[in-house]
């Protein structure tokens, strides 16, 4: 498994952008091994929102299909999630997590992070 650690989260407008990283830590020599996904959570409620595997296929759930994207950088053992058109809805903790695509869904492997804050609100 490898240990994941999120940041950038933060208060957006409506319509705003936030870039959150999914970073490897201590030592991310096992980062490109694994697929990644991200999840959010409001209160017991966790949605699976994005993942992206070791090739770089990616998967979205339809409620941020379009306006969020996911991407990695083996290089400096991040990964990110690129969120465009925020909505109120979209205020959650926002998690990654290491694990596997299988059939054409993530499977997480490792434990969810406490993960990072996003509120939108004006």
């Known amino acids: 498994q490898v240990h994941l650690v999120e940041s950038g989260g933060g208060l957006v407008q409506p319509g705003g952008s936030l870039r959150l990283s999914c970073a490897a830590s201590?030592?991310?020599?096992?980062?490109?091994?694994?697929?990644i996904g991200w999840s959010r959570q409001v209160g017991g409620e966790r949605e699976f929102i994005a993942s992206i595997s070791t090739r770089n296929m990616t998967i979205y759930s339809d409620s941020v299909k379009g306006r969020f994207t996911i991407s990695r950088d083996n290089a400096k053992n991040t990964a990110y999630l690129q969120m465009n058109n925020l909505k109120p809805e979209d205020s959650a903790v926002y998690s990654c997590?290491?694990?596997?695509?299988?059939?054409?869904?993530?499977?997480?492997?490792?434990?969810w992070g406490q993960g990072t804050l996003v509120s939108v609100s004006s």
């Open positions: 201590p030592s991310g020599r096992q980062f490109k091994r694994y697929d």
């Open positions: 997590v290491s694990g596997e695509v299988d059939s054409g869904e993530f499977h997480p492997i490792g434990v």
